[in-house]
């Protein structure tokens, strides 16, 4: 992993996730690259209890606790797929989840990926932006430094650029504000 992304991820997971925002996800589909702007994210960590990782280290949360850089990914309400970026140090579960991405290549196949949406819809939402990227439990522990799936560093933001809210879609922990968003993006997904 290169230095820069390698000392961004290492940092707790609240402290990555705004620094995420503007940064790109790229997925490789063949000859086909498809992806975009992280615009919304969200923290969690192990001492957060509407983390994966708070109850320790099992079989479905080992990639949470380490190396970071690795892609975290899961399966919902047994028909989607959420991808997160571990984060922190190792042995520590901690990781970003990525809520949305404004597209920047590939939009048509995304469309296609996606049963034909386009717009606002195809990536302002987790499973959305999963589905879109062809992103599922096969990137489990892959490394985001690496094709076909890789995160790519771009310069930070500005603190006015974003947004800091409480986390949308849990049932615990819902007051911590670890939710961040760049304000005015049409494709987060809960302004």
Known sequence: MSDELTALLSAPSATVAPRLLGCRLVRRLGDTEVGGRIVEVEAYSQEDAASHSYRGETERTRVMFGPPGRAYVYFTYGMHYC???????????????????????????????????????????????????????????????????????????GQTAIAQTTRVGISRAQDVPWRFYIKHNPYVSKP
């Open 83 to 157: 991808c997160n970026v571990v984060t922190g140090a190792r042995g520590f579960g901690s990781g970003v989840l990525i809520r949305a991405l404004e597209p920047l290549t590939g939009e048509s196949v995304m469309s296609r990926n996606r049963h034909g949406l386009s717009g606002v819809t195809l990536t302002n939402g987790p499973a959305k932006l999963c589905q879109a990227l062809g992103i599922d439990r096969r990137l489990n522990g892959h490394d985001l430094r690496t094709e076909p799936l890789r995160l790519m560093v771009e310069p930070p933001l």
